[in-house]
């Protein structure tokens, strides 16, 4: 399809839905004064900030159970997550707007949630089950003034199941699929008197498909790669009196993947991942303010079983503790401090090893809200990292909204990269001298909405610049490269009665530079990808919805082996669809469901080397017992 006419179909409305999937047109059109915010850490109304939000609620989330975290990511503007299409158990990689997967921050329910052992110090979304997630907020653009460290191109909080009401509450989900894949979450909610508690257990097993794709003229046949995984997710709260709230909360989850040599070599390796997450969130709340404390402990052991056989493990100590003051209606005053440690062993033939960092940050920002048409967000950050030194970020996030109708919006900030523990200790190029990433970014849109939000738009335009990226050299690891990219996203939504549309459309380009070499070549990540999605609320108890992705050509390497040279090749595009169905029973307690994808069983490659899903299903039940 030629540029212009994916700019002009995407012009009239490519749409992308409702996955939103909500009840009913009415339900639907929340309005922004409504839709709070928490990643914000001052619960602002949308309707109030300047930046760039995507909400993924509990509705689209129930529709949801056939799907992974890194499906649902991957159906969002800007948002490309690398391997949805590959076998389930292969690792996800994340793109903001471009970025590499390393520039993203995931949070657990508003606390950083990161591994220091793996590969960009990055939290694997694999370790993530849908059916124990309420919610998950989409931040776009630099946020390291509010999270620090790797916030460079935008952050994802996923919130997770904490609600329950008085009596016991048993839910829970239960689906088979293709490539023998099943799984089954159980959950038990209840509030007695000043304490709630929330505790779901969900088993995933899948035997999957060959993680590499045989090459061309091969007659052996490749294994299956499979993976297992056992994850609980438990949330208490307890009311102490009518000031002070603490909820301390526990995870944990051990997974076993299969995984080949690389690309086109099949192998029967397996890894094991124990990952485990413990703290608190205490909330004192005063008549115009309020303190939070989050105290997070995580650790995640990874032991791999192959031709070179490892152990690593990776431990974090995180506190974030901050105040939030309303001066008056329309001003609020937020201010924290932030203290990270974070350690890795590495477990070899020649002993044991176990580098660490500290990273200690204080940070403020001051909101002033509904000054006649106009907002403005303004804040900075203090960092000191026990390595590298000291370091600075900013950010100014002005809107104004002209009428219920219209809303322009912008932003201007630098955010940044602290150099990983294996880029200044590991057994590879480690180089204690590193200095941090530093990012400029720049954003530009608008909102609009007519008839009661039942026709919306956002369309903005994006800027970001990467300086002292750290690069693997000849002699290891350098702060040389540079990349820079721009593009645009523009979002429509139509609501119709009971149908539901949707879409997207995203346009990306970048120029990187590594020492005096200058590419316009964002490897995987393409130029062009778009969306559509329908949603009908056929009857009372029918839902269904379609999904249709569109991802443009992009560049990949095929690496040779040495001596052969390494190449680059053009990936075709290729296109997605989609198609879910559920239908509710017994008063809505019981609800079956099936997930139809890539239903034109398209053939296509994500990586080279690597192979993709045809069609794929699942179905199944899910349940709620009060």
Sequence with gaps: MKNRTKLIVAGLGLVQLALLGKQAAAQDAKSLDEVVISTTKNNQKQSQTGKVVTIIDSTQLQRSSGRTVADLLNQQAGIQVLSTGSNLGKDKSVFFRGAASAYAVVLIDGVLAADPSATGASFDLRLLSVDQIERIEILKGGQSTLYGSDAVAGVINIITKKKAKTGNNVYGVASAGSYDTYKGTLGLSSKVNAFTYNINYTHLKTNGISESEAPEGNTQIYDRDGMKQDAVNANFSLQLDKHLVVNPFLRYVHATFDYDDGPFLDAANTSFTKNFNGGLNAVYQLDKGKFTLNYSYQSTSRDYKDAYPR???????????????????????????????????????????????????????????????????????????????????????????????????????????????????????????????????YEAGLDLNFLTEKIKLRAVAFKRDITDAIFYGANGYINQDEQKDKGFEVEPRLLLGKLDLGGYYTYVEGKQTSGTVVSSILLRRPKHIYGINAGFKATENLYVSANYKFTGKRTDTEYGVWPAPNVDRVLASYKLLDFYAEYALAKKHLKVFADLKNITNEKYTEIIGYRTMGFNMNAGVSFNIR
């Design 311 to 441: 152990q690593l493990e990776g431990r974090m100590n995180l506190i974030d503790f901050f105040y939030d003051q309303n001066l008056g209606n329309k001003v609020n005053l937020l201010l924290g401090v932030d203290n990270r440690a974070t350690a890795v062993s590495y477990y070899e033939a020649t002993g044991v090893s176990r580098p660490s960092t500290n990273l200690f940050s204080t940070y403020g920002s001051i909101f002033l809200h509904d000054l006649s048409i106009f907002n403005l967000e303004v804040g900075g950050r203090y960092n000191k990292h026990n390595k590298y030194g000291e370091n600075y970020t900013y950010t100014i996030t002005p809107s104004l909204v002209l009428t219920k109708q219209v809303k322009l919006f912008g932003t201007a900030s630098s955010a940044f990269r602290a150099p990983t523990l294996d880029m200044l200790f590991g057994p590879w190029g480690a180089n204690i001298n590193l200095k941090p990433e530093k990012s400029n970014g």
